[in-house]
C-alpha cells in the first residue's frame, strides 16, 4: 500500500476525511504521516486521536526556505511516504520538496480554479459575488494553485448565504472529492510502476 504524507496547517477536516476514508477501507493509500508547520494547528490533535505520527516543522526555525523543506524531506524519507496529499497546507511548495516529489503532489483549493486561487477563495467568490464557485483538486508545481486540474466540483451560492453556510457546503464536497480523488491517482500511479519479477 502506497504511503501518503498528508500536509496541513489547520483544523484538519479534510485530514479526518482521507482518514476515515482509510479507517472505513476506502482508501488505495496509508496515511503513514502528518507534516504541520503550525504547533496550535487543531489537526495534530486529530492526528494523535488516530494514532498517526506528525512532525512539526516550523519555517521560523530556518534561514531559507530550502533547509525547511530538507527537515521535511528528511522525515518523509524516514517515513517512507511517497506521494504528498496537501490540506490546507498554507505555503507554497518549494524546488527541494517539488524535485524529489515530482507529479506525486497534490492540492485541494476551496474555488473552481483558475478563479480566486490564494488566501480566502471564499471570501474571493462572495466579493464578487458569484452563483456558483467550488473546489479543485490539482497537481502541485512552482505557482499558486496553478498545476494540472485532476477534479472540480460546483457548489452553488444561494441568495442570503453566509461566508460561514458556504464554506460548510464546500467542505462538504471536498470531503467527499479529496478522498475518491486521491483514490483515482493512486490507481494510475500503480498502473505507471513498472511491475518486476
Ligand atoms: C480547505 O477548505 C481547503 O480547501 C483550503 O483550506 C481548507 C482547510 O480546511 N485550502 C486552501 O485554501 C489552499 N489554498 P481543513 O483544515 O478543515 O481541512
Known sequence: M??????????????????????????????????????????????????IPSVVVQPSDYAFKTGYEQAIVDKLVEYECEFLVLAGYMRLIGPTLLKRYEGKIVNIHPSLLPSFPGLDAIG???????????????FVDSGMDTGPIIAQKAVTIEEGDTRQGVQEKIQRVEHILYPQTINEILTKHAKEVPIHE
Open 2 to 51: 502506497i504511503k501518503l504524507a498528508v500536509f496541513a496547517s489547520g483544523s484538519g477536516s479534510n485530514f479526518q476525511a482521507i482518514v476515515d476514508a482509510q479507517k472505513n477501507g476506502t482508501l488505495l493509500g496509508e496515511v503513514a504521516l502528518l507534516v504541520c508547520n503550525k504547533p496550535s494547528a487543531k489537526v495534530i490533535a486529530r492526528a494523535k486521536r488516530e494514532g
Open 124 to 138: 474571493q467568490a462572495l466579493d464578487k459575488g458569484v452563483k456558483v464557485t467550488g473546489v479543485t483538486v490539482h
